[in-house]
Every structure is written in C-alpha cells, then in structure tokens.
C-alpha cells in the first residue's frame, strides 16, 4: 500500500483543494488547513513588496483570523522536496506538535506527511 492509499477522504479534499488553488492563482504553492471543527482554510502564495507569506502560512492566518482553536491536518502543493520549518512552525503554533503536514508534487501525488513538530 503507498502513502496515497493509506490517505482519508478528508486528507484528499486538503491535497485538491491545496493544487487547485496553486493552479488558479498561478502561484509557487498552494495550501490548505482542516481546523478542529472540519471547515477548510485555502491559500497561494502572496509575495507584495510588503508582505511575502507561504502559502502554508497564509492559510494557517485564515484559519486564525476565522476562529480557529486548532489544526487537525495541513497540505501544501509545491515544486520543493521538503516542508519549509517556518511552514512547520506555523501549523505546530495553531495545531501541535503532532499535527500531520501532507506534502503533495504538483500533480497532487503525495511525496511525504511529516508533523509540525
């Protein structure tokens, strides 16, 4: 059985929404959150000369800024091999340690589920 395989159908809908919103923004990354009630946080990348945010980061602050008490899963679609500490750090502040990090290429294949901590 692959990683894929062992995904729930909740971890799924993260990995699409997550590609989805890479695609449509024309963005290096596209992410997305599930808070401890089920509801769904997506975002891209936002690089302004003022303000310059993952796309992992970005989707944890909607999650926030929403109410979000904590995390029980975060994706991020990407062209990069790992998951970025500082995109770590942002899940574990809102989620834990233990939150998993679904790292998916941007076909939505998944490469690897690391935790925040």
């Known amino acids: 059985m692959s990683d894929s395989d062992a995904l ?12 989805s919103a890479r695609a449509r923004n024309a963005v290096p990354e596209g992410a997305a ?6 509801r769904t946080y997506v975002a891209g990348t936002v690089g ?3 303000l ?8 944890v602050a ?3 800024a929403s109410g979000a008490r904590s ?5 991020v679609v990407t062209d990069a091999e790992a998951v970025r500490d500082e995109d770590r ?6 989620g834990g ?21």
């Not at 959150?33 to 089920?38: F, I, K, L, M, S």
């Not at 750090?89 to 809102?94: G, M």
């Open 71 to 75: 995390l029980e899963a975060a994706a």
């Open 62 to 64: 909607m999650a926030v």
């Open 97 to 117: 340690a233990g939150t998993p990090v679904l790292l998916a290429g941007p076909d939505g294949t998944l490469r690897a589920t690391v935790t925040a901590g």
């Open 89 to 94: 750090a942002a899940v574990r502040d809102l």
């Open 33 to 38: 959150v599930r808070d401890e009630t089920g």
């Open 8 to 19: 729930t159908h909740e971890d799924r809908k993260i990995i699409t929404l997550a590609r």
């Open 48 to 50: 302004l000369p003022s």
């Open 52 to 59: 310059t945010l993952s796309a992992l980061q970005t989707a």
